[in-house]
């Protein structure tokens, strides 16, 4: 009986003009939308809705306080576990693949996590089951977006990357829907979430082709020196892909130190009451996600028929950069609504190209979980550093104002890091 497995593919090994098969090609593109859309769907309705909700209709003291605590240790993990999954994942040996194990058993495990925090009746509790989550969350997503490199063609991997995010976008947006829709039912709520989070590594396996054997692959090495190893980041040849590194660290702290903070600012800056700002923020949230769809999709399609990655992200880092400076030159309704606008397509731009990009820079594509676990610390550590900044701004100049001239600076410095890398085009 014919095998459906395909062989894993390094850029070396597989030039660019090599396509998979239609079928084959389809099944990655389901696949990879649908890893993003589940995954986001159940996080978005706990840690935006459910979550917040819980603390509060339950009588946690200082809900508010229990949600930093939350977001600074579940950060803290996510920063090791992306490394560390990663890097896991390319020593695998497994007769199932090197990804396929962690993806399933990772997304099982994040489930679990996620049921625990609705159930728990003690903060620390909560805390520890938060950090679960993160921590098996990222066993699943480190190995799954390192797949693009074991297995889709360098021509194929704008059109994957589009599709995650085109997944994790909807996700978003149906998170909230989803936690709104059962705010007054908070615990099948979070059952729901937790088995849409659970059967995320199962069903995107069960689309994708099967997963070769890695059990033939070259040994990796034994003992705790050789492990240890395995998580050092790349040294030789590696100036791409810190270039890489730094400009993704950039563009993701500008977009977060506006983004996170949109109900303060609505409420500080254009003085705005609750209602108002609820009210901007949805109407802001439509514009935003429509835009960043439209970016996503369009520059996708670029991407691919031009074969460049480097100048749709550097339109990218300007979008944004112009997006920030609207609510400073216009500080009205309208101009949030064009920083809406232009951030959206910014950040839809930059996910079409993002992924390929940094597989593009990789050292070693062997190592492809490790490397791309570093570069995704560009993401996390640019959200935590974006709350420092933005809320350290506020307490020493009593205005949100100077935030978005930060933030279209911090943009526009990831221009030069991404135009001098010469492994991508």
């Not at 031009?306 to 950069?321: Q, S």
Request: hydrophobic share 50%; glycine share 10%.
């Amino acid at each position: 009986m014919k095998s459906d497995s395909l062989p894993m593919q390094h850029e070396e090994d597989t030039p660019s003009q090599i396509a998979l098969p239609v079928l084959h090609m389809i099944r990655f593109l389901v696949g990879f939308f649908i890893c993003g859309l589940l995954w986001m769907t159940a996080f978005n309705s706990a840690s935006m809705v459910l979550l917040p909700q819980r603390l509060k209709d339950d009588g946690f003291a200082n809900p508010n306080g229990m949600i930093a605590q939350l977001n600074a240790a579940g950060a803290v993990v996510a920063l090791c576990a992306n490394i560390i999954f990663g890097s896991l994942s390319d020593r695998s040996r497994s007769r199932f693949g090197r990804r396929t194990p962690f993806m399933i058993a990772g997304a099982i495990a994040s489930g679990i996590c996620l049921f625990f925090v609705s159930v728990a009746q003690h903060a620390v509790v909560i805390i520890t089951a938060w950090c679960g989550l993160q921590l098996f969350l990222n066993a699943l997503l480190s190995p799954a977006l390192a797949t693009l490199s074991d297995r889709i063609p360098g021509a194929l991997r704008v059109r994957m990357s589009v599709a995650y995010g085109l997944g994790t976008t909807m996700g978003n947006a149906f998170g909230t829907m989803l936690g709104a829709l059962f705010h007054e039912q908070k615990t099948i709520g979070f059952a729901v979430a937790a088995c849409l989070l659970a059967l995320d590594g199962l069903i995107v396996v069960s689309i994708w082709p099967k997963e070769p054997s890695a059990a033939n692959l070259p040994k990796a090495g034994d003992g705790v020196k050789a492990m240890l190893k395995s998580f050092q980041p790349p040294i030789r040849g590696a100036s791409d892909f810190y270039k890489a590194l730094i400009g993704r660290f950039c563009l993701m702290l500008a977009y977060n130190m506006v983004f996170a903070y949109q109900l303060y600012i609505l409420e500080s800056y254009l003085g705005q009451n609750a209602r108002q700002a609820a009210a901007t923020i949805a109407v802001l949230s439509s514009c935003t996600m429509t835009a960043s769809l439209t970016g996503m999709i369009v520059s996708g399609v670029i991407a691919e028929r031009w074969g460049r990655r480097k100048p749709l992200l550097i339109i990218a880092a300007v979008l944004l950069a112009g997006g920030f400076l609207a609510p400073w030159l216009m500080p009205s309704v309208p101009g949030f609504y064009i920083y809406g606008v232009l951030a959206g397509l910014g950040y839809g731009t930059y996910n079409a190209s993002n992924q390929a990009l940094s597989i593009d820079v990789l050292p070693n594509k062997d190592e492809a979980g490790k490397g791309l676990g570093i570069l995704n610390l560009a993401n996390t550590s640019g959200m935590i550093l974006a709350a420092v900044i933005t809320s350290s701004v506020y307490a020493i100049c009593g205005t949100y104002r100077p935030v978005f001239i930060g933030a279209a600076l911090m943009a526009l410095i990831s221009i030069p890091c991404i135009a001098t890398i010469r492994s991508a085009r």
